[in-house]
């Protein structure tokens, strides 16, 4: 799952099972569906997103310094150059 909050006070701002992480030398290319709404939103907001990868075995925190996102036919491109990988706790 994949979940892009604003920094600033966590607001939801897309949530997807359906995405993509690329890593590209020292930046991860994180890239989903998204409709024009939640464009708008992270694109305004493109400079105060974190973004979290959640799986069975960790959660993985990243977020893009300088703020590099691009959209395009109902899709968006988070630009990331900040990771870390937080493990599940066990229960």
């Not at 909050?5 to 359906?18: K, M, N, V, W």
């Not at 939103?41 to 893009?64: A, G, I, P, Q």
């Amino acid at each position: 799952m994949l979940m892009i909050r604003h920094a600033i006070g966590s607001r939801l701002f897309l949530q997807t099972e359906d995405y993509s992480i690329t890593p590209r030398g020292e930046q991860w290319l994180i890239s989903c569906r998204a409709t024009e709404e939640e464009q708008s939103n992270l694109l305004e907001f493109r400079h105060e997103l974190n973004l979290f990868h959640v799986t069975d075995e960790n959660k993985t925190w990243y977020y893009s310094s300088k703020g590099e996102v691009h959209e395009g036919d109902g899709a968006i491109t988070i630009v990331a150059d900040h990771q870390t990988v937080y493990p599940k706790e066990e229960k």
